[in-house]
């Protein structure tokens, strides 16, 4: 609008200074301002389109870009989706399905892989308030992980998503799952150039002199029926980014930023004892509080399932956790 009224002026002082003008000139002129003025709306009409979205009930945002709005840019579509995301904490982003990051030779590359320092993820606590620790396991290769990871998807593969969802929450202390976690190293195309998670170009990959592990360079990770990740925020509240190569999809929890307080303080609640050896003790990891237990204290927590090719953006202060 401030757009448009400058121009007005600029046509109400050019019709003051140019009265002998001739018509055809006079509507030439009007032409090409006709011209700037619809440009600058088909402008404005791109940005809000890619500002239209999916969002139901708690779920977060979900986006389906088109080719033109993926490939335009990583850092410019986040500022686009930014406002609209703030509120929730995560975006859900399901590419076009041009987009194809995995290396081609990706079963290759997993018959020679290992991972190597596996975590047996144990949880101890009752009515939704868990304590995970993790016992390091012996290196093992992708292939034999995955075939445990098979395995134990055939107990659950008749359940839904929402039935997974009650399992996980019911039985979270019992059979533990191994996780290939912090891995260095990534499966994506090195030639792919857009949204290479590899090498994403951002202010930090501009600035830093050195790179920073799993902030300025990836993580892989493998998971399996139940494989979880604790409550907790990025370090230095930075955003985040993950896209899921394969396998079964990844069930996702956020709590917005305003309400990151409360949470904190519901969770100092329920572990008085480790809120009095570390003030800090969510950064730890390993503190899971079930999305009942959120709802009954009216914090807000949003959800969404993120399958194959899909990619997450966590928002700077979101806490956030999964599994599996």
Excluded at 82 to 89: F, T
Excluded at 209 to 225: E, H, I, K, R, S
Aim: net charge positive; hydrophobic share 30%.
């Amino acid at each position: 609008e401030e757009f448009r009224e400058q121009k007005n002026k600029r046509q109400r002082r050019n019709a003051q200074n140019n009265k002998d003008t001739t018509t055809n000139k006079h509507n030439h002129t009007q032409s090409e301002e006709d011209k700037d003025l619809e440009e600058d709306n088909n402008k404005k009409r791109s940005r809000r389109r890619i500002m239209q979205c999916e969002q139901k009930g708690n779920g977060v945002p979900h986006f389906r870009p088109t080719e033109e709005e993926f490939y335009g840019g990583f850092e410019e579509f986040i500022k686009k989706i930014e406002p609209k995301c703030l509120r929730y904490g995560l975006a859900k982003i399901t590419p076009p399905d041009s987009w194809k990051p995995t290396r081609k030779d990706v079963e290759k590359v997993l018959d020679s892989m290992e991972i190597p320092s596996p975590i047996e993820q144990m949880l101890q606590g009752i009515k939704g308030a868990f304590q995970q620790t993790n016992l390091e396991a012996k290196p093992m290769k992708v292939r034999d992980f995955q075939r445990l990871a098979d395995d134990r998807a055939r107990r659950v593969a008749p359940l839904s998503e929402e039935e997974k969802e009650r399992q996980f929450w019911k039985t979270a202390r019992f059979d533990p799952p191994l996780y290939g976690a912090d891995m260095g190293g990534t499966l994506t195309n090195r030639h792919e150039k857009h949204w290479n998670i590899a090498r994403l170009d951002s202010l930090l990959s501009r600035c830093l002199p050195d790179q920073l592990q799993g902030v300025t360079t990836a993580y892989l990770y493998f998971g399996m029926w139940k494989a979880m990740f604790a409550w907790h925020t990025e370090d230095m509240d930075l955003f985040s980014i993950n896209m899921l190569h394969l396998g079964e999809p990844k069930k996702w929890y956020v709590i917005p930023e305003h309400e990151r307080s409360r949470f904190e303080q519901l969770a100092s609640f329920h572990f008085p004892d480790l809120r009095s050896h570390c003030p800090e003790f969510l950064r730890h990891k390993t503190t899971l509080l079930s999305p009942s237990i959120l709802h009954q204290n009216n914090i807000s927590v949003f959800t969404t399932v993120q399958h194959a090719r899909d990619i997450i953006i966590t928002f700077p202060g979101a806490y956030h956790c999964g599994f599996n």
